[in-house]
C-alpha cells in the first residue's frame, strides 16, 4: 500500500519536486530533519533521508552551495553542473516514495519528480542568467536567498497542508513555463533583428 493517498501522494511529490529543483540539499536536509524529529512519518524506501550522517551530508553541502549559489557569474556555472544533480535526484526521491506502486507508477511518478524539478531549476537559472550582469550583488543574493527560502518552506507545508503546497509549485511552474517562452521569443525576434541589420 503506497504511504499516502494517491491524489495527496502526487501533491507531495509535485512540491517535493520543485523544491529539489531550487535546491536539492536543502530539500533532503529538511526531509531528513523533519523525519529524525518524528514531524513525518517518511516511508521505509526514504528512511535513509532520516539518519544523522545522511541529515549532516544535507547540511554541508547546502552550507557550500549557500555560499557558492550567491557569487556572480560562479553561480551560473553551479547551476549548470547542478542540472546533473536536482533533476535525477528529484526523480529518484519520487521513484522511492512511490515504492507502494507498480513499476509503471514508479516510473511515471519519477518521469514526472524529474520534469517538475527540470522546470524548477531551468527557471532558477533563467533568471540568474537576467540577474548575474547587474553590478551589484545584492540582486543575485537575494533571489538566491528567496530560492534557498522557497525551497525549505515548500518542503516543510507539505507536511501540514499538500495540496496548497503543490498548487503553489504548480503555479510556479506555469509562471516558469510563460516566462521561458517569452524569453525566448523576444530572444529569436532580437537575433533576427540582428540577422537582417548585419546582411549586406
Known sequence: MPWLPGDELFAVLVAISFAAGLNVYATVATLGLLAHTHWLALPHSLALLGNGWVIAASLALFAVEFFADKIPAFDLVWNALHTFI??????????????GLSPLEQAAAAAIGGAVALAAHGGKTAARAVVTPS???????????????????????????????????????????????????AMKKLFGTARRFAAP
Open 86 to 99: 536536482r533533476v535525477p535526484v528529484a526523480a529518484l526521491l519520487a521513484y522511492q516514495a512511490t515504492a
Open 135 to 185: 553590478p551589484e550583488p545584492f540582486s543575485n543574493i537575494g533571489l538566491s536567498l528567496g530560492e534557498d527560502v522557497l525551497a525549505i518552506s515548500l518542503t516543510w507545508l507539505v507536511t501540514i497542508h499538500p495540496y496548497l503546497a503543490a498548487g503553489i509549485a504548480l503555479s510556479l511552474v506555469l509562471v516558469i513555463l510563460v516566462m521561458i517562452r517569452l524569453v525566448w521569443g
